[in-house]
């Protein structure tokens, strides 16, 4: 069992950044390819961004892309969330994954671990 934990959330005016970590248990971390979904309120979960276990590899929601950078540090087993120019509709609850497998997959169906969410709000 991967244990996930989010960190980073809270609220943000319009237009600046947080960034987010996950921390991650376990010691085939490098393994794991790892992804980042957010759930809004009333609206189901959706993928945000993932990242190969290597790091080669990254892969965003087309409507993200330019905004969100996805990034791992495998000697600290944290993968990261940068996230710049903030808009209101980015509020929702971001949720750390992890995959059994390496390499990248955009669905929540495709992965394996969850950690319980960190709340970013971003205030107009």
């Known amino acids: 069992q991967v244990q996930l934990v989010e960190s980073g959330g809270g609220l943000v005016q319009a237009g600046g950044s947080l960034r987010l970590s996950c921390a991650a248990s376990?010691?085939?971390?490098?393994?794991?390819?790892m992804g980042w979904f957010r759930q809004a309120p009333g609206k189901e979960r959706e993928f945000v961004a993932a990242?190969?276990?290597?790091?080669?590899?990254?892969t965003y929601a087309d409507s993200l892309k330019g905004r969100f950078t996805i990034s791992r540090d495998n000697a600290k087993n944290t993968v990261y969330l940068q996230m710049n120019s903030l808009k209101p509709e980015d509020t929702a609850v971001y949720y750390c994954?992890?995959?059994?497998?390496?390499?990248?997959?955009?669905?929540?169906?495709?992965?394996?671990?969850w950690g319980k969410g960190t709340l970013v709000t971003v205030s107009s």
């Open positions: 994954a992890a995959r059994r497998a390496s390499g990248v997959v955009t669905t929540v169906e495709g992965m394996d671990f």
């Open positions: 376990g010691r085939t971390f490098s393994s794991n390819a």
């Open positions: 990242i190969s276990g290597s790091g080669r590899t990254t």
